[in-house]
């Protein structure tokens, strides 16, 4: 299993970005994907996930402004991360479940990529 994301960057409180997580060497139709993110000095929090069927779970901190997607034709995950806040600086980590259902902790993600570094300015 490899995750690469990729579409960091710093901006500005109230700005946009999307992140892109290209997945290979696995039936990634067969898996839940998730974001999840950590700040320094905090646990991984679950940002959104989405199961191999569509049914998406959002964090409550980015409800109405974060949109995950998959294409399972292209093997790539995206959050689009609106209106964004200080409080949503962190690095964001891409993450793989094999399963029918999304779990809630990061813990047992068993599948990771590097991360991205995501910087929110006030």
């Known amino acids: 299993v490899q995750l690469v994301e990729s579409g960091g960057g710093s901006v500005q409180t109230g700005g946009s970005l999307r992140l892109s997580c290209a997945a290979s060497?696995?039936?990634?139709?067969?898996?839940?994907m998730g974001w999840f993110r950590q700040a320094p000095g905090k646990g991984r929090e679950r940002v959104a996930t989405i199961s191999k069927l569509g049914s998406i779970t959002y964090g409550d901190s980015v409800k109405g402004r974060f949109i995950i997607s998959r294409d399972n034709d292209k093997k790539t995950l995206d959050l689009q991360m609106n209106n964004l806040k200080p409080e949503d600086t962190a690095m964001y980590y891409c993450?793989?479940?094999?399963?029918?259902?999304?779990?809630?902790?990061?813990?047992?993600?068993?599948?990771w990529g590097q991360g991205t570094q995501v910087t929110v300015s006030a």
């Open positions: 993450a793989a479940y094999r399963g029918s259902f999304c779990p809630s902790q990061a813990a047992t993600f068993p599948n």
């Open positions: 060497g696995f039936t990634y139709s067969s898996y839940c």
